[in-house]
T-cell receptor, first 118, second 114 residues
Framework: EAGVVQSPRYKIIEKKQPVAFWCNPISGHNTLYWYLQNLGQGPELLIRYENEEAVDDSQLPKDRFSAERLKGVDSTLKIQPAELGDSAVYLC????????????????FGEGSRLTVL | AQKVTQAQTEISVVEKEDVTLDCVYETRDTTYYLFWYKQPPSGELVFLIRRNSFDEQNEISGRYSWNFQKSTSSFNFTITASQVVDSAVYFCALSPQYGNKLVFGAGTILRVKS
């Protein structure tokens, strides 16, 4: 079974340029997450989707970040314009969760997209 | 607010030594989940264990064991007879019962030398 696939693995851009990251979750997983991981720190949630609905985007900086999950499968995370402080690893994860069951399913992570903003 | 503290930034051991990674958490929820993830150099976080707050039974899986103590809000992870392949960053995480919102600690870098 294929895992969570992310692309690109590495991206170097100049500040003020736009950038986009793509994520393909594990087939059948209804929940998708984007996490931000700064160097030497643990991942922090940016946004969580249940199917195509963003159910938690409270930590997404909406002035420059946007995300979408078309048809409840693949997802794209965009930054426009990028700033120096956005340099980090952007992790995508997916899980199969039963709604309202209290079942926190295991999160499967991709390898991440490492962004460097110059 | 939920918080996870991994006080050990980095640990170095020699192969075959036992090593314990500490994790202390804070939450006001009565029901919650605790996790451990491993992040090898490739970058992909690998799930190791999930523990429900009502289940304080310790767990052993091969060379890995976990000690959950609600009284001290700790969920420590021990690797017995460490191997070089265990070298990675290990993250402890906490999630509320609903919402699937993992809060991660800062991680502990484990270096196992041959």
């Amino acid at each position: 079974e294929a895992g969570v696939v992310q692309s690109p693995r590495y991206k170097i851009i100049e500040k003020k340029q736009p950038v986009a990251f793509w994520c393909n979750p594990i087939s059948g997983h209804n929940t998708l997450y984007w996490y931000l991981q700064n160097l030497g720190q643990g991942p922090e949630l940016l946004i969580r989707y249940e199917n195509e609905e963003a159910v938690d985007d409270s930590q997404l900086p909406k002035d420059r970040f946007s995300a979408e999950r078309l048809k409840g499968v693949d997802s794209t995370l965009k930054i426009q314009p990028a700033e120096l402080g956005d340099s980090a690893v952007y992790l995508c994860a997916s899980s199969l969760d039963l709604p309202f069951s209290g079942n926190t399913g295991e999160l499967f992570f991709g390898e991440g997209s490492r962004l460097t903003v110059l | 607010a939920q918080k996870v503290t991994q006080a050990q930034t980095e640990i170095s051991v020699v192969e075959k030594e036992d090593v314990t990674l500490d994790c202390v958490y804070e939450t006001r929820d009565t029901t919650y989940y605790l996790f451990w993830y491993k992040q090898p150099p490739s970058g992909e976080l690998v799930f190791l264990i999930r523990r429900n707050s009502f289940d304080e039974q310790n767990e052993i899986s091969g060379r890995y064991s976990w000690n959950f103590q609600k009284s001290t809000s700790s969920f420590n992870f021990t690797i017995t007879a460490s191997q070089v392949v265990d070298s990675a960053v290990y993250f402890c995480a906490l999630s509320p019962q609903y919402g699937n919102k993992l809060v991660f600690g800062a991680g502990t870098i484990l270096r196992v030398k041959s």
